[in-house]
């Protein structure tokens, strides 16, 4: 059953949205000394807007500090509306401003929106004859981001490349911002079930962090959690949890033991544990995982439902099936409200509660659940992923139950080239399904 759930933010979006820094942590204090400031400095009618939208800039600062997300949007959006009644729509400044709004709407979750700011400021740049500038690049790489989160891999390896080659041949480009174009690649790899191209381009990036951050940065942390998840995504256990160690040790000491990027480490120490068949070692880290996003997140989060789903699969385990359906339904929730009912990791929800009904004995409903995760893996177009071959071999399982060998059979040859291509011919779960086959046509041979 597939626990494992694509919980890791490796995204790191590079928003060129300049703030003014303010002395105060608090927005509503740091509004009341600006707009004081602002009220003693402005003059001309040019410059008072020009003067409000950084003002406005700055107290949308102070609330993404806060974790405020839909409160830095309102001002963000008061920002651009300053900037665009006396700069106009063709201006660098108005297409950064566009930009820093569609990084709010990202923040809130709402990729769609994001996109639609994004693709603004691109065109505003375009129009101006830029189309290979390192703000270009930003852009292609958020919107590369927003596609991603969308579950929509073509376009966001697109635009992946795209911000690659500005960076590739722009000598003024950092070394770091090209680490974070390969961890970008990586993880969009990653999302398709391309494990070698993913660990490949997550090592550039490593590498050249280690060089230019430091070996305890909070970029190689980063950079050894999306590794050890992908070590863990091939069953290679001890690797992934020697790197998932080390991006544990590096984020307690300069995050702290309760920032989400903490938990995501916590959450994917307890998947390698929940594996290796450790349930009570797995639990431990998954209930940390989940006191720290309940705690910063009160409402629906994207990352509390990959703890929910973990913690569903230990309980199905335990033969506690009520509480795991419970808790998938919790993750099913969120998801839904957040990207709408077909979006992948949905998919991986409904596999989960497929098997818990399997184990429960209730194939109708399994069966049912199976083909929805088919659904909508087909519908996203994600047909060679690791996780459709799960879903086509436990679909499988229940043909066979129901001495439906035909079927089951057709099911099971699906997810073997799916496993042959992504694995290759000796992994395990390659040789499983092989076996499942094997011992499909004797049991059809014996009934002849």
């Known amino acids: 059953m597939i626990k494992r759930y694509i919980i890791s933010i490796i995204w790191v979006t590079i928003a060129a949205c300049a703030e003014t820094n303010s002395s105060s942590k608090d927005p509503k204090l740091t509004e009341v000394s600006l707009s004081k ?21 700055t107290i949308a600062g102070q609330y993404i500090e806060q974790n405020q997300y839909q409160e830095a949007l309102v001002y963000r959006l008061k920002a651009l509306e300053a900037r665009e009644r006396f700069l106009g729509n063709k201006n660098t400044i108005v297409a950064e401003s566009l930009n820093c709004v569609g990084r709010a709407y990202d923040n809130l979750n709402q990729d769609k929106k994001a996109i639609e700011y994004y693709k603004r ?78 660990l490949l381009y997550d090592f550039k990036a490593l590498k050249i962090r280690k060089t230019y951050v430091g070996e305890e940065s909070v970029k190689v942390a980063d950079s050894h959690n999306s590794i050890g998840l992908t070590y863990y ?16 040790i590096i984020r307690e000491k300069e995050l702290g033991k309760e920032s989400d990027d903490t938990a995501e480490v916590y959450n994917n120490i307890g998947l390698v544990y929940d594996d290796k068949g450790d349930a009570e070692k797995a639990m431990t880290y998954y ?23 973990n913690i569903a699969g230990l309980y199905t385990e335990e033969e506690r099936y009520d509480e795991a359906i419970k808790y998938y339904l919790k993750a099913v929730a969120i998801y839904k409200k957040l990207y709408g009912g077909r979006h992948p990791k949905i998919a991986i929800f409904y596999n989960n509660m497929g098997q818990t009904y399997k184990d429960q004995g209730d194939y109708a409903k399994a069966k049912a659940y199976f083909l929805d995760a088919i659904a909508i893996y087909q519908e996203k177009k994600i047909l060679m992923h690791p996780n459709l071959a799960t879903f086509y071999d436990n679909l499988a399982g229940i043909d066979e139950i129901q001495e439906q ?8 040859q699906k997810a073997l080239h799916i496993r042959q291509a992504a694995f290759g011919e000796e992994h395990e779960d390659t040789q499983y399904i092989k076996e499942e086959i094997d011992s499909l046509k004797k049991r059809i041979k014996k009934g002849s």
Do not use: C, W
């Open 233 to 248: 995504y091939q069953a290679r256990y001890e690797k992934a949890l020697k790197h998932l160690e080390k991006a544990r």
């Open 37 to 57: 400031q602002f009220g003693m400095v402005v003059t001309s009618l040019f410059d008072r807007d020009i003067a409000k939208a950084k003002y406005f800039d």
């Open 121 to 198: 400021a691109l065109k505003v740049r375009e129009e101006m004859g830029d189309t290979g500038s390192y703000d270009v690049g930003i852009l292609y790489n958020n919107l590369a981001n927003s596609y991603n989160a969308l579950a929509d891999y073509e376009e966001s390896m697109a635009y992946n490349l795209k911000a690659l080659q500005i960076k590739e041949h722009n000598p003024d480009v950092s070394k770091i911002s090209l680490a974070i174009s390969y961890s970008n690649l990586a993880d969009t790899y990653f999302s398709q079930g391309d494990y070698n191209n993913s």
């Open 287 to 309: 209930q940390k995982a989940l006191y720290i996003r309940e705690k910063l997140y009160p409402g629906e989060h994207y990352n509390k439902a990959a703890t929910y789903n």
């Open 405 to 412: 060998y035909t079927e089951a059979m057709a099911h099971y």
